[in-house]
């Protein structure tokens, strides 16, 4: 038999039986109770990190358009002007005219039979670039494009540049055109032209990429047009006349 139960006499005489031991499961069962709690504290911390998100991506938005407006107050200040690109002088070193089959060939008119020819032409351009603005300009590569009738015979590039404000620079291209060969009609009004005439009008045509900068920082990009028609002299190997439209105006 078990032993008796001992009971243990209170302050007001009272004999009570003494409180059995906790078990261990009611120390389970508390702690299986403050589980529920646990996806409340990592909701809290998802909660604050898209918090400092949201901050951080305000902060970076309010510096970036800071940035934009200073740099527009900064153009607008300024007041940039399109830069000048002109082609000033074009020097003709050789141009040479072969033709074949002649035999059957008139000047006076078309060609009745397969009438080719070739070209062969060295040209020295000298272009000269204005910057008219309060602040440097920086140029992109340039290239040109000489043409005949549409047809394109060569090309020359012209490598970027920087550009001081206020000023004035010189920039020289040279174009080979080595035995091109033009086929039916457009060989017989070379040769016409050159043996009639003594006139040979070509083309040239670029596009030439420029940027303002303004402390450091680059502009968007602006395109200046160059389109000037040159006319040669075969007999006299030089240049009998030349115009140029700046972006569509004469100049």
């Known amino acids: 038999m078990?032993?008796?139960?001992?009971?243990?006499p209170s302050?007001?005489?009272?004999?009570?039986?003494?409180?059995?031991?906790?078990?261990l499961n009611t120390h389970h069962h508390?702690?299986?109770q403050h589980h529920p709690y646990y996806p409340s504290t990592s909701s809290s911390n998802s909660a604050s990190l898209k918090g400092c998100c949201c901050c951080l991506f305000l902060l970076f938005s309010f510096l970036a358009l800071l940035v934009l407006a200073i740099f527009l107050i900064i153009i607008l200040a300024v007041k940039p002007k399109k830069p000048q690109f002109d082609l000033q002088q074009v020097g003709v070193q050789y141009m040479g005219i072969?033709?074949?089959n002649t035999a059957s060939f008139d000047p006076t008119t078309v060609a009745t039979g397969p009438t080719t020819a070739s070209l062969s032409l060295t040209i020295h351009m000298l272009f000269t670039a204005v910057n008219p603005n309060k602040v440097g300009i920086k140029y992109g590569e340039s290239r040109f494009?000489?043409?005949?009738?549409?047809?394109?015979?060569?090309?020359?590039?012209?490598?970027?540049?920087?550009?001081?404000?206020?000023?004035?620079?010189?920039?020289?291209?040279?174009i080979s055109v080595d035995r091109y060969s033009l086929l039916q009609a457009n060989a017989a009004e070379l040769i016409r032209d050159a043996s009639l005439n003594d006139r040979v009008e070509l083309r040239v045509l670029g596009e030439v990429g420029a940027k303002i900068r303004v402390l450091g920082f680059d502009s968007p990009g602006v395109q200046v047009s160059v389109n000037c028609a040159i006319v040669i002299s075969p007999r006299k190997q030089s240049l009998t006349y030349k115009q140029c439209?700046?972006?569509g105006l004469s100049v």
């Open 245 to 247: 439209g700046f972006d």
């Open 145 to 174: 494009t000489v043409m005949y009738h549409g047809i394109p015979l060569g090309k020359a590039s012209v490598p970027g540049f920087y550009q001081e404000a206020h000023s004035e620079r010189q920039v020289e291209a040279t």
């Open 30 to 32: 508390h702690q299986h």
């Open 2 to 8: 078990p032993p008796p139960t001992q009971s243990t």
């Open 98 to 100: 072969s033709a074949s």
């Open 11 to 23: 302050l007001n005489g009272d004999h009570r039986p003494p409180r059995p031991p906790q078990s």
